[in-house]
């Protein structure tokens, strides 16, 4: 520990030049007396670290003193600096170690290629959750990356979305996957390998055993593999349906991309209206219910008739909260015989999750599907 602070404590003169030793004591979160210690061994180890006293004094290094790394170019040094990523690596543990890591990095490359570093840095921001989804708290987020990182086996109480709500599992973690601002755990058990929402892990013990690590895995050819047969699996029927070349055209930005590609691929020649027939992939009724909404008047279901008869529920209701100016007010009955006729979607089984959520262990869930209630 007291090492690699001595280490930090030079590397900190080296990229930042003269410092106080207040300013050493808070960069390094020790108190005052122990930088005092540090830099009196640092000097015994014979680093020519000297103190300038004075309004403006402070500990710097004999110019000309540094390490410097060897076989790094410019670009690659700029790469790196560009590859840090410090929420992320926070939620692992390892914010420390990477401020540590960029750090040793600005000491040691020539001063221009440095400062082309942190020019980059100043510039180009990486930032991997999604809008409009509020951070998932992930308290045992940093003892599993340390489980994976040791190849030791876990077991863990796990809440999903079927019954029984909480489970328990013993598994052998193989790695730990960020997408789009959620965290997975991709592990084995019985010879079968599933993909776990951290955020829906309720306890973690990690076990005195070593994890059974299969020959070969690859964590990135296992999470595309696993990413594409949950986009398959999870549109288990199909909706035909009329619509605009506009709606056809916003179904990019209003539905999930494989819904979106497969209306593009199926979508015939527009009529002389401006109508096309294509084909939509749906998880169920009330998942093709709520997306189809979307597009409003601009969309017509064809096939199958639950998804008609329930989009033409909500119509009715729709027309009897928000009659023609000249038609008058509905009465409260009417409405809620509107509602009542198919236009209320509640208790829908979530979707759009690759997590242990439907249909056992490690099968596709996610966040619930929005409702219509009154």
Do not use: N
């Amino acid at each position: 520990m007291r090492a690699s602070r001595l280490v930090s404590l030079l590397l900190l003169l080296q990229t930042r030049g003269r410092m106080t030793a207040t300013e050493l004591a808070e960069a390094l979160e020790v108190s005052i007396r122990t930088v005092y210690r540090d830099v009196e061994s640092l000097g015994a180890a014979g680093v020519p670290v000297y103190a300038e006293r004075g309004p403006a004094g402070g500990y710097r290094l004999l110019d000309g003193y540094r390490t410097r790394l060897t076989g790094l170019t410019a670009g690659e040094a700029e790469a790196l600096f560009l590859a840090g990523v410090p929420g992320p690596a926070a939620e692992l543990g390892l914010g420390s170690v990477l401020a540590t890591a960029e750090l040793k990095l600005r000491a040691a490359l020539p001063t221009d290629v440095a400062d082309r570093g942190g020019r980059i840095r100043q510039r180009f921001h990486l930032d991997a959750p999604s809008w409009f989804r509020e951070p998932e708290p992930t308290p045992h987020l940093a003892a599993l990356a340390g489980a994976v990182w040791e190849d030791r086996r876990i077991r863990m109480r796990y809440r999903r979305w079927q019954q029984p709500r909480e489970v328990t599992r013993t598994l052998d973690p193989l790695g730990v996957v960020l997408k789009a601002g959620r965290w997975y755990l991709v592990a084995a058990a019985d010879g079968q390998v599933r993909t776990y929402r951290v955020g829906a892990i309720l306890d973690l013990t990690v076990l005195d055993e070593p994890a059974d690590r299969p020959a070969g895995f690859d964590l990135a050819d296992c999470w595309q593999e696993h990413a594409e047969r949950y986009e398959r699996g999870v549109y288990r029927a199909e909706a035909r349906v009329r619509m605009t070349a506009p709606a056809l055209a916003q179904t990019v930005h209003l539905f999930p991309p494989a819904m979106s590609r497969a209306a593009h691929d199926a979508a015939g020649d527009p009529d002389a209206d401006g109508w096309l027939v294509t084909t939509v992939p749906i998880e169920s009724v009330r998942h093709g219910h709520v997306e189809l909404l979307k597009l409003g008047a601009q969309v017509e279901v064809l096939t199958p008739p639950e998804l008609r008869e329930r989009l033409a529920g909500t119509a009715h209701a729709l027309a009897a909260l928000y009659p023609r100016p000249d038609a008058g007010q509905p009465s409260a009955r009417t409405a809620d015989a509107a509602l009542a006729g198919g236009a209320t979607v509640d208790g829908d089984p979530p979707a759009g999750d690759p997590s242990d959520a439907r249909g056992g262990p490690g099968a596709a869930a996610g966040p619930p599907r929005a409702s219509f209630r009154r």
